[in-house]
């Protein structure tokens, strides 16, 4: 069963944005896109067509508040992660 979490001490900004986080996954959801998609072997970054500051900054604290290394910027209205593109709007870390 789905954990929908209601404080704010993880750092992610709340307007407009859910968390969810269960057994094996922890996923942030701005508006209608899941920009950060946590399962157990796989991290997988989208930007739902949206190369924009608030999902960089959604997706750059997600990424804070989970541990993991290095962020997401634009490039030429472009998201990458780690100096890497997103492919098709997204952009996946295996674990």
């Known amino acids: ?3 929908r979490i209601a404080n704010t001490k993880d750092g992610i ?4 944005t859910k968390i969810w986080q269960g057994d094996g996954y922890f996923q942030v959801c701005l508006y209608e896109t899941v920009v950060y998609d946590e399962q157990k072997e796989k991290i997988t970054l989208r930007s739902g067509g949206w190369n924009t500051r608030t999902t960089t900054s959604r997706i750059n604290q997600a990424l804070m508040h989970r541990g993991i290394a290095g962020g997401v910027n634009i490039k030429n209205g472009h998201l990458h992660y780690n100096g890497k593109p997103f492919v098709n709007g997204e952009y996946v870390i295996e674990k």
């Open 1 to 3: 069963m789905a954990k």
């Open 13 to 16: 900004r709340r307007l407009n």
